[in-house]
Structure formats: C-alpha cells, structure tokens
C-alpha cells in the first residue's frame, strides 16, 4: 500500500479514533501511522483541538443555560416572597385600619364625661339567672351596681358603691341599702373613666412603652370579619386567641363578648370542678342621660358607718 493510500484511509479513521470508537486494531493502524506522519499527526491535532473546541462551547451552552435557569428560579422565588410580603402587608394593614378606627371611635364615645353601661352576663350556674352590672357616670362622680336576677326578681343584691375620680380616686363607699351599712374602702389603684369602658380592643390600650409592641402586634393576630346576624345590623366580629366580640360598626363599642373570661363551680370545701361556663357579656349604652342624683351620695342619716 502506498504512503498515499494510507493516509486517506488513516485521516478517515481520525474522527472515529478521536471520538473513541474503533476497534484495537484499527487503533493501533491510526496511532503507529500519526506517529510516523507529520501530515496525518496535523490533522489528527486539528480534529482534536475542533473537538475541543465544540465541547467547550457546548459546556459554555449548558453553564449559560444553567446560569438563566438558576436566575430564572431565584426570580421566581424572590417574586413568591413579594406577592407573599404584598399581601401580608394588605392583611395586616385592613387589620390595622380597621382596629385603629374602632379604637378613634369608642375615644370618641366617651370624650363625654356623661354616660351609662348595663352589663348582663351569664355568671351563674344556676339556670335562667345572670348577673346584671351597671354603673353611672358623669364629671368624675360614679355609681356602680351589680346582682343576680331571674326573669322573675332580683335574686341576690350586692353593694352600691360611689365614688368622685376628681376628689378622690382611690376611695370609694360601699352602701349596703338592705342592712343600712356604708363603708369606706381604699383602693390599691386609681380609677379613672377608661376602667369602666368595656374595650377589649388591643389598639384601644392607653399608648405606654411597655404596650406599644402589643399594640402594633395585634393586626397580626385579630381575626376581622362581619356578620349581620342576631342583632338585625351589620357589626365586626374580632376573634383573638382566647375570645370573640361583637363590635358596633357605627360606634365602635363591643356589642357583646365570648371567652375572655369563665367561671368554675367546685364541689363544697374542694378543688374539685363540677362545671365550668364560658361568660359571655352583652353591653347597652346611654350617653348624656345620667343626672346629678344618679351619681350622689343618697342620705346617710340612716347609715351606720363601717371604718
């Protein structure tokens, strides 16, 4: 055979010798040739680096690939968190306006230093009574009272206390109207008008260091929906963790209260519960009502003083 002949038949081979698919003998042909022939050797480096060239820029194809791939994900999952932020934000801020406003409206309720609130709440075990709690208000003077009673009378009576915020705001008087009794008490604490408002919002909260991240918090974790049910109007129902209420849309003020609080009847002279209810709370407002006589001290001429 000659030169000739060989080269065209080994430079034929080249592409399957670089691509690694002939068979040992042919391979053996292809390698004794190339290292023998400078020709066929340029040719073989040729096809090898074109090679290699092609892999590189399929490898540079795929890393590029690779590369919009991955931006293509990170965008993706960077837009997820923006929708997520968005509406968060949205949830958190309806919540937001929606307490900030109940909370301007019971302030402005009560920017008056005249009103009245009849609390009726289901204190008691025994079936059909509840436990009914009203106080008065006007320029710094109160009257509060409470007791039990059925469809029927007043089942069980207890003190009628007065007290005058401006004179004095950690004295009260208890009178007991049946035995004829008036004592006087001080208290640990001083009253002020916002202690007899029954605003279970947090926002509502006097702005302090110590409730402020309480405050803003609570669209966090303030359920807010509407409900026109039972009452014949529409109002907010707010639900937090351990409670409901009803609020007025129009006032602000709770309509009734589910949860806040229970009561526990235990067997005589134990720890051991025989039943336990959840209060629920309904409130009724009157502003600008209450008069002077509502609020005084009635004749003690009566009274025996208790110190």
Known sequence: MDKKTECEIV??????????????????IVEKHILECDMCKNKFEAIQNDVKEQENVKSKEIDYLKKIRRKAKLKSILFGIVIV???F???????????NNISNKIHKQFETDNFYI??????????????????????????KTSHFENSEKIVQK????????????????????????????NLLYEM?????IPATNPIFLKS??????????????????????????????????NGKQWI????????????????????????????????ISEYQYEFNTVTDEDVELPDLSEFEIDN
């Open 118 to 143: 009849k609390t009726i709440s289901n204190e008691s075990f025994e079936k059909g009574v509840m436990f009914v709690s009203q106080v008065w208000y006007k320029d710094g003077k109160y009257k």
């Open 158 to 185: 207890f003190d009628d206390v007065y007290g005058n915020i401006k004179v004095n705001s950690k004295e009260e008087f208890r009178l007991n109207t049946e035995n004829k009794n008036i004592k006087k008490e």
């Open 192 to 196: 002020n008008k916002n202690i007899f």
């Open 208 to 241: 302090t260091k110590n409730n402020i991240i309480f405050k803003l918090g609570a669209p966090f974790y303030t359920k807010i929906s509407t409900d026109n049910r039972e009452i014949g109007r529409e109002y907010y129902v707010l639900e937090l963790e």
């Open 85 to 87: 932020f968005i509406v």
């Open 248 to 279: 007025d849309i129009d006032t602000g003020l709770p309509i009734m209260i589910f949860g806040y609080s229970s009561s526990t009847q235990y067997y005589k002279d134990t720890k051991i519960p025989i039943d336990k209810i959840e209060i």
């Open 11 to 28: 430079q034929d081979l080249l592409i399957s010798y670089v691509d690694n698919v002939l068979n040992p003998e042919s391979k053996k």
């Open 89 to 99: 934000f949205m949830y958190y801020s309806y919540n937001f306006i929606i307490l």
